[in-house]
């Protein structure tokens, strides 16, 4: 069965350089959502998309951004990057449901 | 403010013997929760799921409990292989449209030989 694609996989990125990550979520899934996970600590919810629109939005900097396509998949935009957003950074999806799928992620590290 | 707890970090159990991980949540109005596993490098994978109108579900060798007044869920692995060593992490819900995922902090398990 298709799974939730992302990429890159690595990242690799200087202070204040910016970054733009992508996800492809399952076909037929109508939401997509991001979280990051720090070293050693639980995903945190970054933000969601219904329908290509903006639903839900948790601890995100002012410096990140995202969107949601016609073709429904997503990017997160994050600029002026600090070696603090160094982490994995997952998207999920889901389809009218609790249950999300995530993606293998992207790591990022900030230098 | 963690609203969803697993205290044990770490939890190792013999193969083919019972894993049970615990979980515990202050939030009142989650409704549905979730579990997962977690191996490095890659991204959480849903195992079982529960609503806040049922008790116990059941797949195969995973099973979730809930008990809502305790505010206290648990993932029961029997019999347990080494192919279940991972982190498992619970996941609450409020549920609606795009509903984020309140994530615990994670146990890791280790099944030995």
């Known amino acids: 069965a298709a799974g939730v694609i992302q990429s890159p996989r690595h990242l690799i990125k200087e202070k204040r350089e910016t970054a733009t990550l992508k996800c492809y979520p399952i076909p037929r899934h109508d939401t997509v959502y991001w979280y990051q996970q720090g070293p050693g600590q639980d995903p945190q919810f970054l933000i969601s998309?219904?329908?290509?629109?903006?639903?839900d939005k948790g601890s995100i900097p002012d410096r990140f951004s995202a969107q949601q396509f016609s073709d429904y998949h997503s990017e997160l935009n994050m600029s002026s990057l600090e070696l603090g957003d160094s982490a994995l950074y997952f998207c999920?999806?889901?389809?009218?449901?609790?249950?999300?799928?995530f993606g293998p992620g992207t790591r990022l590290t900030v230098t | 403010d963690q609203q969803v707890k697993q205290n044990s970090p770490s939890l190792s159990v013999q193969e083919g013997r019972i894993s049970i991980l615990n979980c515990d949540y202050t939030?009142?109005?989650?409704?549905?929760f979730l579990w997962y596993k977690k191996y490095p490098a890659e991204g959480p994978t849903f195992l079982i799921s529960i609503s806040s109108i049922k008790d116990k579900n059941e797949d195969g060798r995973f099973t979730v409990f809930l008990n809502k007044s305790a505010k206290h869920l648990s993932l029961h692995i029997v019999p347990s292989q080494p192919g279940d060593s991972a982190v498992y992490f619970c996941a609450a819900s409020v549920t609606g449209t795009a509903s984020k995922l309140t994530f615990g902090t994670g146990t890791r398990l280790q099944v030995t030989l």
């Open positions: 939030n009142s109005m989650f409704d549905y």
């Open positions: 999920a999806s889901s389809l009218q449901t609790n249950e999300q799928y």
């Open positions: 998309f219904y329908e290509k629109m903006q639903s």
